[in-house]
């Protein structure tokens, strides 16, 4: 699957290649008219090689567009080096800073300042500088490209003609203000995009996570019916069978789940509430993480897990709510339905970041279904219903966090819940 940034690195390249052939379609017809119209005395076999090795060169860009392999920053910017490089051979074979086409020097400093990382932009804006400055020295001269020299300062240095040195200083700041300019002006747009697309998902995941909490809460009514009834008849049955001991303890076993339903129940409906308010009291991470545990342990007993906790003190306080040991129990619960006999939990912390690890030993996450995971209904599961990850990392979101899932390089997997520390909450 070809990811956005994929689509747009590899179209971008794509329609530099297309830049380029235009050029050396127009260089070359010019090459031509030269050769026959215009009888210039120019290194013509050198301007052909150059253009052929360029014509090579763009043929294999535009095939590799093709193929779906990623287009990095480095790969992009040795694009528009060759630009640059093969450039200045033309120039240089035909009279140097002398020639109209060393203003083309902006087109790839530009796109560069749109497309790359300032670095990039500025290593080739000082390339560009540097080869422009070496073609006003060393070239193969070109008499008809000579600026007219009666009007030659008598301080400019000796073979240069003002207009050149005018042409040299006005291509400086361009490139200066290009590269300086359409860099930042490129980034905030970049930035915009990305807290357009950040605030788009995360509407719709809160829109998902009402449609969800409607319908838990819809469910929750519908529920408290049918128990009542449960609890009713299962009173009655016990009066009824007293002098039954199998059947009273199956019973009794029976009431105790009915009272079990009810109980959570009542928690969703705190939990709601204490949401509602805004409710969260500040405890120490590790006892958050350990009172999760045993509770997890008491509905997987056959969960096998070992707590690594960080040494450091002192431990940092996080205020919290029931919804992020609900997250963390979604996460164990994953970890153990991979490998129940050994699942690690680490815990460690810096001066503004919580993490929680926890790795398991099973086949690892499926690259089939790795991009697709955090996404409401979609499950590894057979039997699961693929809520458990997407509300937990609604969960965490609203903690300003995030998870990380991977696959750990020897076996099994690893979910890295990060949170992070503000100085509200960081007492210590």
Same mark, same amino acid.
């Given at each position: 699957?070809?990811?956005? $940034? ?10 530099? @290649? ?63 080096? &060759? ?16 020639? =109209? ?23 080739? @804006? /000082? ?15 070109? =008499? ?11 301080? !400019? ?20 203000? /290009?590269?300086?300019? &359409?860099?930042?002006?490129?980034? !905030? ?26 319908? $838990? !809460? ?40 009915? +009272? ?10 705190? +939990? ?54 609900? $997250? ?24 503004? +970041? ?75």
């Amino acid at each position: 699957m070809i990811t956005a $940034a994929f689509s747009a690195s590899a179209l971008n390249l794509q329609r530099l @290649a297309i830049i380029r052939s235009l050029l050396l379609a127009g260089l070359t017809g010019l090459l031509v008219y030269a050769y026959h119209w215009l009888e210039l005395s120019l290194n013509f076999s050198g301007l052909l090689t150059t253009l052929l090795t360029l014509t090579v060169l763009t043929s294999f860009t535009l095939w590799r567009c093709q193929k779906h392999w990623p287009v990095t920053d480095y790969e992009f910017f040795c694009q528009l080096l &060759i630009d640059i490089i093969g450039l200045s051979i033309l120039l240089y074979l035909s009279g140097g800073a002398t020639n =109209p086409f060393v203003s083309y020097y902006l087109v790839p400093i530009s796109i560069a300042a749109l497309v790359l990382p300032w670095v990039f932009s500025w290593v080739l @804006a /000082i390339c560009s500088l540097s080869f422009y400055t070496l073609l006003l020295f060393y070239y193969h001269p070109l =008499p008809d490209l000579m600026p007219s020299t009666h009007s030659q300062h008598q301080h !400019a240095p000796s073979g240069l003609n003002l207009h050149i040195i005018g042409m040299w200083f006005n291509f400086i700041i361009s490139a200066l203000l /290009i590269t300086y300019f &359409i860099t930042r002006m490129a980034s !905030a747009l970049r930035q915009r995009d990305e807290q357009q697309a950040e605030r788009r998902e995360d509407s719709l995941r809160n829109e998902q996570v009402l449609a969800v909490a409607t319908l $838990a !809460a819809g469910t929750a009514h519908e529920l408290g019916t049918p128990l009542a009834t449960m609890t009713v008849l299962l009173d009655e049955l016990q009066t009824d069978y007293q002098k039954n001991p199998d059947l009273t303890d199956d019973l009794k076993l029976l009431s105790q789940q009915v +009272t079990s339903c009810h109980n959570i129940l009542k928690g969703l409906v705190q +939990t709601a509430e204490t949401h509602s308010q805004q409710q969260r009291l500040s405890t120490a991470i590790d006892t958050v993480l350990k009172q999760t545990l045993e509770r997890w342990q008491v509905l997987r007993p056959g969960a096998n897990y070992h707590l690594h906790t960080s040494e450091e003190n002192p431990t940092p306080q996080l205020a919290v709510d029931n919804t992020l040991e609900q $997250a963390i129990t979604n996460l164990l619960n994953n970890a153990a339905d991979s490998c129940e006999a050994a699942v690690d939990v680490s815990l460690d912390w810096d001066d503004k +970041t919580i993490y929680i690890t926890i790795r398991d030993y099973g086949p690892g996450i499926s690259l089939a279904i790795a991009e697709q995971l955090g996404k409401p209904f979609i499950s590894t599961k057979g039997k699961g219903l693929g809520l458990g990850l997407f509300l937990t990392h609604a969960t965490v979101n609203r903690y300003g966090g995030e998870i990380k899932l991977y696959n750990h390089p020897e076996q099994g997997s690893i979910a890295e819940l990060i949170l992070p520390i503000t100085p509200e909450e960081d007492q210590a």
